[in-house]
């Protein structure tokens, strides 16, 4: 079964400087996608990077960046020069196909507080 | 405003009431996707659809809960009878699959989504 690990609970950074968030999957499908989400206090889910099993380069967004070690099943985010508008709550999550469907698993969160 | 909408935001009802909420996906969007979202938790998949079909059921969709999309277009999410244990976010997210890309890519658009407060 598919699964997605999150073990840092909450996270604190500096202004200005870079964080990494924890990420790791289980799945034994050979096709499948992780996306990374970042939910403010607001509730909605904002799509930051996403990284195809079969992506052979990291994934970068801008200040995100998506640090993805197929054989450790690990997929960490790194945010650099953090801003106090990343305070947030993070989501690591993945899709495989499923029939036609894409559904996403998500791993408990990392909550990010950046300080001034 | 051309994103996914959502309502309610807020519902609080008492136990027993019934609720329905509503999701507006992009308009040209085929899939959708309703999750729950417990405090503290990320966010589980509830129920997917495919143009009006409703394709997949997770276990966590209990007989008192039920949801429609009619002419593949808009969609509601009814919970029946509830029960403290229902509050929770609910979140809709709407779909169109991307082809040529590597590994499983659709990216899926989240609505604010509708917080139930269950008294």
């Known amino acids: 079964a598919q699964k997605i690990t999150q073990t840092q609970p909450g996270m604190f950074v500096q202004e200005k400087e870079a964080v990494t968030l924890d990420c790791t999957y289980d799945t034994s499908d050979q096709s499948y996608g992780l996306f990374w989400y970042k939910q403010p206090s607001s509730g909605e889910m904002i799509f930051l990077i996403y990284?195809?099993?079969?992506?052979?380069q990291n994934a970068t967004e801008g200040r995100y960046s998506l640090n993805f070690q197929k054989a450790r099943k690990s997929a960490n985010l790194v945010i650099s020069a953090s801003q106090l508008g990343d305070s947030a709550m993070y989501f690591c999550?993945?899709?495989?196909?499923?029939?036609?469907?894409?559904?996403?698993?998500f791993g408990s969160g990392t909550r990010l507080l950046v300080r001034p | 405003d051309t994103g996914v909408s959502q309502n309610p935001r807020h519902k609080i009802t008492k136990r027993g009431q019934n609720v329905t909420f509503r999701c507006d996906p992009i308009?040209?969007?085929?899939?959708l996707y309703w999750y729950r979202q417990t405090l503290g938790q990320g966010p589980e998949f509830l129920t997917y659809f495919q143009n009006e079909a409703q394709l997949e059921k997770s276990r966590l969709l209990s007989d008192r809960f039920s949801a429609e999309r009619p002419k593949g277009s808009f969609s509601t999410l009814e919970i029946q009878r509830t029960e403290q244990g229902d509050s929770a976010m609910y979140l809709c997210?709407?779909?169109?699959?991307?082809?040529?890309?590597?590994?499983?890519?659709?990216?899926?658009?989240f609505g604010p989504g509708t917080r139930l407060t269950v008294t």
């Open positions: 997210a709407s779909s169109f699959p991307l082809t040529g890309v590597s590994g499983a890519r659709e990216e899926q658009y």
């Open positions: 308009s040209e969007h085929n899939r």
């Open positions: 999550a993945m899709t495989w196909r499923k029939d036609s469907s894409y559904k996403l698993i």
């Open positions: 990284q195809g099993s079969y992506d052979e």
